[in-house]
């Protein structure tokens, strides 16, 4: 059994899942694992059980070092039977399963082995930063916390290791969640007419907003999407509901301001609606011409039978929060998993992207050293 394979199992083994999170002894095993593989290692709180993780191989060269950063929770399971064991670890001929196995605790496994396994070149060069998150599902809140902590090490570059099928990315869209109000009058169901339906309220909103274009499409990005996820109204049938949430996820490009969709947005739903934000992560893209990015295209290109091309994700990652308080250096996206199996039954990560994902991370490291 390879070093990646024994790790991704042991962190697999942990159940992380998202709400609550509950990443503290998962965490607690990392850190465990990586001092006894020569790293400095701190960890921090951002709540109950709730932990994040910066870990350094210090260089003796000059210059920024390489950082790769992973979070450690997962969305829940679903309400579809597995028929794997979510926190199993277990392997058939050619899958890891699990939760989190593609995204994307089998990725941090890899690119921590990969820094063991290169320590020599790393300790002779510039020098490696692992930022390991919790929270990261529900809207970066670990990565947010690692930034108010002022804890954050200067770097030359950042690697995300979310599922990308070790395909790089330079990028990915925004998210921007919106909660929608209405406030309404309550009154007897039999009286409607002494009430104001707050359902009634919402459901012109949502007229409205079914045919909202956030803006302009982006040449890579294409065109910017909004969907309705959630709505909540009315306390009991016999009753006129005085208050309706709905909630917006919007998913923008570098080309659009947040600010400005929202005050478009509210301006469109009118008085009788309050908009809130609940998450505002803005789009990341990298300069595709980098000769960084470039290199890493040049090391990736052997695992993919086309020529690369610049490609962006829809989901968003830490690197929304991260890159700008690090001072936006490039950022490639880059990991084993299965973009597809993402937040799915039966979640795997082929065994074969593992590998490859491991020997990737360790040339991408060899070659930020020399």
Known sequence: MSATLELAQHLLGFNTINPPGNETDCMQFFAD???DHGFTVSLSSFGSRRSNLIATLPGTKAGKPLAFTGHLDTVPLGNAQWLYDPFGSQ???TRLYGRGSSDMKAAVAAF????VQHREAILAGRGVVLLITGGEETGCDGASALIESGALPEIGALIVGEPTANYPVIGHKGALWLRCETRGKTAHGAMPELGINAIYLAADALGKIQHFSPGAPHPLMKQPTLNVGRIEGGLN????PDRTR????????PNLQHAAIRQQLSTLLGEHVTVTTLVDLPAVLSEENHAWIKQVYQRCQPLHDKPLEPRVVPYFTDASLLLPALGNPPCIILGPGEPAMAHQTDEYCLLSRLDDAERLYGEIISDWMT
């Open 246 to 253: 709905f909630d917006v996820d919007i998913r923008s490009a």
């Open 112 to 115: 921590a082995v990969a820094c």
């Open 237 to 240: 049938i016999n009753s006129v």
């Open 91 to 93: 392997v058939d001929d």
């Open 33 to 35: 694992w990586l001092r």
